[in-house]
Structure formats: structure tokens, C-alpha cells
């Protein structure tokens, strides 16, 4: 396939294949084997969608513009992050997995109201930006950085980037910041 053609979207059998991924607990795949295949067949629809709906992302209005790039977003972090080694991180990241193929897939089949393409940089400046979760601020190209698991009431963590560098005294002044926020 030369590199202007694109491999179709075949929404049935991603569909199939993230419905399996979100059974993970319930049933299926248990043996490890049929677990990474299937890890590698979701793996394979989202990175055959998310280019498709990073195309149509900027000619997008409002809402399905931010959750577009949202997912977008999401989908490079899963892809970069993989999957620990334990069975219940496999299956989780699978079930992962198969949220983002399903939010892209609806994305790409349901676009909302299109226009004509406006601030495709910011699209890539999004999906390509990391920022600190203690500083808050970018982590520019050539900062050190590495992957951390932050605490979260809602899902019981949340997976972003900090600093390798101290970034402590900013920090603190955005929590006294915040705090000094009537």
C-alpha cells in the first residue's frame, strides 16, 4: 500500500473487536495468548483511526472538536503507556483500549456539523503536548519527564507526566494560587 492510500475502516469488525475488549472481565479471552491478540488487533484499529479522525478533527465544531482531540489525545498516551504485566493490567488496558476504539469509531462515523479546516496546528500542538501534573506547566522538547500515577477519587488514578527536574517551587505557588482563590 503506498503511503497516499489508507487502509479501509471496517466499523463491524472494530466493532467486534472493543465489544470484546469491554467483556475482558466477563468472559473473554482468559488465556494470555488470546488476550494479546486481541490487545494487538485494538492497538490496530485505533492507530488506523485516530490519523482518520485527526483529519476530519479540524474541520470540527464545538464539542466534537475538544472530544475529538481528547481522544485523540487518550489514544496516543495507551498506545505510548502499553499494558503491565500482570493479567488484571492486561485486561484493564484492553478494556482501555476498546473505550478509546469505540469513542473513535463513533467520532469518525458521526462527525457533527463539519466546516471547512481551521487551526490544525493547534490539533497537533494538543496531541503532542505533555504537561507536568505537579506544575501544571508544558514539558517543553528536550525536559526531562516521566511517566507517573497520580491519586483520583473518580477512577482510582490518573496516569500523566512529571517533571525529572524539581519543578517543587512552582507547584507550590500554584497551590498557594489556588488557595488564595475566594
Known amino acids: 500500500m503506498g503511503s497516499s492510500e489508507r487502509a479501509p475502516v471496517d466499523a463491524a469488525m472494530i466493532r467486534q473487536a472493543y465489544t470484546a475488549g469491554l467483556e475482558v472481565w466477563a468472559c473473554c479471552p482468559q488465556e494470555p495468548e ?26 470540527m465544531r464545538g464539542e466534537y472538536r475538544r472530544c475529538a482531540v481528547h481522544v485523540i489525545v487518550r489514544a496516543h498516551h495507551l498506545i505510548e503507556e502499553g ?17 478509546i476504539a469505540r469513542a473513535l469509531l463513533a467520532l469518525y462515523k458521526n462527525p457533527g456539523p463539519l466546516g471547512p479546516p481551521t487551526r490544525r496546528d493547534e490539533i497537533e500542538e494538543a496531541v503532542l503536548r505533555k504537561v507536568c501534573g505537579a506544575c501544571s506547566q508544558p514539558i517543553a522538547d528536550g525536559e526531562g519527564y516521566e511517566r507517573a500515577l497520580f491519586a483520583s477519587d473518580a477512577s482510582g488514578g490518573m496516569r500523566g507526566y512529571l517533571h525529572t527536574d524539581s519543578c517543587d517551587d512552582l507547584a507550590d505557588e500554584r497551590r498557594r494560587q489556588l488557595r488564595a482563590v475566594p
Open 34 to 59: 488470546q488476550r494479546e491478540q486481541l490487545r494487538d488487533r485494538l492497538i490496530g484499529h485505533v492507530q488506523l483511526l485516530v490519523p482518520e479522525l485527526t483529519r476530519s478533527a479540524a474541520r
Open 83 to 99: 499494558a503491565g504485566d500482570s493479567p488484571a493490567a492486561q485486561a484493564c488496558h484492553i478494556q482501555d483500549l476498546s473505550v
